[in-house]
């Protein structure tokens, strides 16, 4: 069966080719570019020039953004009576990242101070009553929350009783009642210039503005933009324009690699450590590597590699997640099987909620991912955690899964979330209601009807206009993700000439596909379209959704597409 997605091309503004030609002269780029930009919502050549040079001048100051500025003043006041600092994070990228942005910078201003990084196993999400009464006794007096907090009244509570100073940063939807921290900083609580900084964009601007409050040689912020664009990209939060700022820039830093963890990280990842690399390769080349550590338990390891100072003791810290990240894929592997064959039989209904005994905690996020994508619904998958579940949930476009999971909060523990994905607990003997109470939710905002997923279109772009000047024009539209997808193209009518499986599962066709107007063949790959591409497609005339891209395997760069999609012409 081929396979079937809905064609929608971008809303493009009526043709200018004069202006174009005017822009694209003005900025030194193709009008193919401006016209590109043009549909992705740059009106002008002074909002195209900003997107391609996004220089850290266009950064908006951090006291633009709803408690910030209270945020640094309570910790500078904290530190300047001798308050010892604890900065609590969490164990995803995001949260290692922050949590590893903040104690840097402290120790460039020569400030001591302790961390602690919960057990995704143990301890779960967020602040727990027993480790903050641990710190307190050990001395602690000032807490900083990175990438958590925004929910934790009880445990914020219970550190005031205690005598803390406590100021949470964090950027997940706030609650109706927030904690009674001394200072709450998050981005979602007014409107500012963004709403969809990460947790560790969030600490990057907190300590930008407690750097300018403390006494003595301030530290220069953009050595921690590596940091930032590792846990931005990792977060998969929308680059926006501020996010498209400071990934953009930290791309930079993480390319130069000085920092002894990331040349190590990207060493062990296959990367040449001095290699630019794209948001794609830092997505899913190095981050896996640091949210294995975390997922298995040891997210003090990434913690330890991203602070190390020199390449004698982070090389074998990133030795060891890439071992833990094989690991972890492994794991996945055998998880997803289980749970696919589970999603098979459910595969009538209109959500998925699949359940193991004894699944990994650290790696069901993935699966519900990918169960997500295979089957297009709505999907929790749970794992027994004592007399209880635990689960992650992953969404599609046309559902909201953290209002879904309110209508079914009766039956849950406890849960929290976004838009697209979540997290949650229930007693076990809940299950079977759970299911349908959720499908229930999922009827009520989606309907009936079986949805197909979309595939968003930026132009007709003809085999014989791809040249690799094109290519180098589209590498300027990185970073690239929410909010900046990478440009898809259809192509004209093409004929398939050649047929080929390749890769360790042969999962993945290699194509020879010959455009008849200018008589030019290109090379196509679809990765893990296998099952759905069958050999019969040979000599076939088709139309393919595509991302050109540069093959450089053979040491000769070439030209060739990757397929999105395929079509009978």
């Not at 302790?114 to 602040?127: A, F, K, Q, S, V």
């Not at 229930?426 to 989606?446: K, N, T």
């Not at 009807?449 to 300027?476: C, K, N, V, W, Y």
């Amino acid at each position: 069966m081929l396979p079937s997605k809905r064609w929608k091309f971008r809303d493009a503004p009526p043709p200018a080719p004069a202006e174009d030609l005017s822009v694209a002269a003005q900025l030194g780029v193709s009008p193919f570019l401006v016209r590109l930009l043009r549909s992705r919502g740059l009106p002008t050549a002074d909002a195209m020039d900003v997107f391609l040079n996004p220089g850290l001048r266009h950064l908006s100051p951090p006291e633009s953004y709803p408690g910030m500025t209270e945020a640094a003043k309570v910790l500078a006041q904290g530190l300047g009576e001798g308050r010892t600092l604890c900065v609590w994070g969490d164990y995803d990228v995001d949260g290692v990242t922050s949590t590893a942005l903040v104690l840097e910078f402290l120790r460039a201003r020569g400030i001591a101070a302790r961390h602690h990084i919960p057990d995704r196993r143990t301890e779960g999400y967020g602040l727990n009553t027993e480790n903050i009464e641990r710190l307190a006794a050990e001395g602690v007096g000032l807490l900083l929350t990175v990438d958590c907090g925004i929910s934790a009244e009880a445990e914020v509570a219970r550190a005031r009783e205690l005598g803390m100073t406590v100021v949470v940063s964090d950027h997940h939807l706030p609650p109706e009642t927030l904690p009674e921290a001394d200072a709450v900083c998050d981005p979602r609580l007014c409107d500012c210039p963004c709403a969809h900084l990460a947790g560790v964009g969030v600490a990057f601007l907190l300590m930008a503005a407690l750097n300018r409050l403390l006494p003595g040689e301030p530290a220069d912020m953009r050595e921690l933009l590596d940091l930032v664009a590792l846990g931005t990209l990792a977060d998969i939060v929308e680059l926006s324009p501020q996010n498209r700022i400071l990934v953009k820039n930290g791309l930079l830093v993480l390319k130069d690699a000085k920092r002894p963890g990331i040349f190590a990280l990207k060493e062990a990842a296959g990367f040449n450590p001095t290699a630019t690399l794209d948001a794609g390769q830092v997505v899913f080349g190095l981050a896996p590597r640091i949210n294995a550590a975390g997922r298995l338990g040891q997210a003090g390891d990434a913690l330890a590699l991203l602070l190390a100072r020199d390449k004698a003791e982070a090389r074998p810290l990133a030795q060891k997640l890439d071992v833990m990240n094989r690991e972890r894929r492994s794991e996945e592997e055998d998880i997803f099987e289980a749970a696919y064959a589970q999603a098979g039989g459910l595969a009538h209904r209109p959500a998925l909620v699949v359940a193991g005994e004894d699944w990994h905690p650290g790696v069901i996020g993935i699966v519900a991912s990918r169960l997500a994508d295979r089957f297009y619904k709505p999907t929790l998958v749970l794992t027994r955690e004592d007399d209880a579940f635990k689960g992650s949930g992953r969404s599609i476009q046309e559902f909201d899964l953290h209002r879904g999971l309110s209508d079914c909060a009766e039956l849950l523990s406890h849960f929290g979330g976004h838009r697209q994905a979540a997290g949650l607990h229930l007693p076990m003997e809940r299950l079977d209601a759970l299911r349908d109470a959720f499908d229930a939710a999922v009827v009520g905002q989606i309907g009936t009807a079986p949805l197909q997923p979309g595939l968003t279109l930026d132009a007709m772009l003809p085999f014989s206009e791809i040249t690799h000047t094109l290519l180098r024009e589209l590498a300027m539209l990185e970073p690239l993700g929410p909010g900046n997808p990478e440009p898809v193209f259809a192509s004209e009518r093409v004929v398939v000439e050649g047929y080929d499986l390749f890769g360790r599962d042969r999962s993945h066709v290699k194509l020879l596909l010959r455009e008849p107007t200018s008589g030019l063949a290109m090379r196509a790959k679809a990765w893990r379209m296998a099952p759905i591409l069958p050999r019969s497609i040979s000599g076939k005339e088709v139309r393919v959704a595509f991302v050109p891209r540069i093959d450089t395997w053979s040491g000769v760069p070439t030209i060739e597409v990757h397929l999105k999609d395929l079509r009978p012409d």
